[in-house]
């Protein structure tokens, strides 16, 4: 079925240009041409991004800091082993996504520690990157109360994954 979506899509789209006498072609090229503007607006800030996720990885920040704040994740119910991706994923999906495949590589995925990382990344958000990316496309260059909103419903996200592993599986 999902073969067929994208090829139903420009075929629809193809025939309701047809049906209303619309050059396809022209405004299939505009749409392209809009989609390249916005990409120039948003490139200088996922470019950031990703170097700063790149240099922090591979500094050993990441680890050093969540090594640290382990016993303080240990206070509040959150397994400690899923400190490196709590600090990553606000950040990266990708990162993230890689953190928790070898958290549930290591611990195995029917662990405490695979649930929880599991529920997660399934009920957190990228919050830097979506703020950027989408933030930039619509020109809103002041967040002043986005940031910290954003953040305690990620610390609440991870809170509660940690809370539903325990009691639920």
């Not at 006498?21 to 022209?26: K, L, M, S, T």
């Not at 991706?85 to 520690?113: E, F, T, W």
Request: hydrophobic share 55%.
């Amino acid at each position: 079925m999902t073969d067929y979506i994208v090829p139903l899509i420009l075929f629809g789209t193809a025939a309701l240009a047809l049906g209303r006498r619309e050059n396809a072609y022209a405004l299939l090229g505009q749409g392209a041409a809009e989609g390249l503007k916005l990409l120039i607006t948003i490139l200088p800030s996922l470019i950031l991004l990703l170097t700063a996720v790149h240099m922090l990885r591979a500094s050993g920040a990441v680890e050093a800091l969540s090594g640290l704040l382990a016993p303080a994740f240990h206070l509040v119910g959150i397994p400690p082993e899923t400190a490196m991706l709590v600090l990553i994923r606000p950040i990266s999906g990708s990162a993230a996504l890689a953190v928790g495949a070898d958290l549930m590589a290591q611990y195995g995925v029917d662990s405490l520690v695979g649930r929880t990382a599991a529920i997660m990344l399934g009920s957190t958000e990228t919050t830097f990157y979506t703020i950027s990316v989408y933030f930039g496309a619509a020109g809103v260059s002041k967040t002043r109360y986005t940031l910290p909103a954003a953040l305690f419903a990620d610390f609440v996200g991870f809170f509660m994954a940690s809370l539903t592993a325990r009691l639920f599986f």
